[in-house]
């Protein structure tokens, strides 16, 4: 499925996607710029060369997941699940499922590349890797107003990278982990919740978010920060029962 600029497709709960794939990006379903894509259905087993192997949306365009469920896709390089672009936005809510997705670079279940917003409210990322940083989730964007990837009432869940962030890891850019955000049992060679992977990454953990039962086989058993980036940790968050390989069973800054 495709939605061309300033076009819109809207796709009931009835809708299945299943076994597609791209050359480039968007095995599922592809928003080009301006387009939007409004989708609660399911996408099961579609891979794209380049990214976002369930969907993804180009500069400018809008994809809203609700109540949708994305599975088994793959991408060789970000996204496995779904994949922003710069300038992109992305809304995932309602109780969408993203699971046992991969990626080859970053990314396994979601990944932002570029200036934009990504936002995951009530939503579930779970058994989802990467070869590179951020099993769950990964953002190489912006730390601008109103640009960013952000997480509320949502859990990331079992998944691992081969590098740093097992949950969720920033290459440049800010993750938000707002309301009632879980990051639990995932696993990475460092930072086995949450990293900071690359120089102007940033993190911000706030109101009753929970790092917990994370296990690098290095540093940083919760959160670990690889560069020249910054966490910031405030408003009732814990950060408990990670263990860590080497040091930092909490918290690592290297």
Avoid: K
């Avoid at 259905?41 to 500069?59: K, P």
């Amino acid at each position: 499925i495709g939605a061309s600029t300033s076009g819109s497709i809207l796709a009931p709960s009835s809708t299945r996607i299943e076994s597609c794939s791209a050359s480039s990006t968007g095995g599922g379903l592809f928003a080009a710029a301006g387009g939007s894509v409004a989708f609660n259905g399911t996408i099961t087993a579609c891979s794209a060369a380049v990214g976002g192997g369930g969907a993804a949306s180009g500069s400018s365009a809008l994809i809203e997941l609700v109540s949708a469920t994305v599975v088994s896709c793959s991408a060789g390089g970000h996204g496995g699940g779904l994949y922003a672009d710069s300038g992109a936005s992305i809304s995932v809510a309602a109780a969408t499922n993203i699971s046992a997705c991969s990626a080859g670079l970053g990314g396994g279940g979601v990944a932002q590349n570029g200036p934009g917003l990504v936002s995951l409210s009530h939503s579930l990322v779970t058994h989802c890797s990467s070869n590179g940083a951020g099993g769950g989730l990964w953002a190489n964007a912006s730390t601008e107003a109103g640009q960013r990837m952000e997480l509320v009432s949502s859990t990331v869940t079992h998944s691992s990278a081969a590098v740093a962030g097992g949950g969720l890891a920033a290459a440049s850019g800010l993750i938000v982990l707002g309301t009632d955000v879980v990051v639990a049992h995932c696993s990475a060679a460092s930072g086995g919740c949450l990293a900071v992977a690359a120089a102007g990454g940033m993190l911000e953990l706030r109101d009753n978010a929970l790092v917990t039962n994370c296990s690098p086989t290095a540093d940083g058993g919760g959160i670990a920060v690889l560069a020249a980036g910054a966490v910031l940790v405030t408003d009732s968050v814990a950060i408990e029962t990670n263990t860590a390989g080497q040091d930092g069973g909490g918290l690592c800054a290297i």
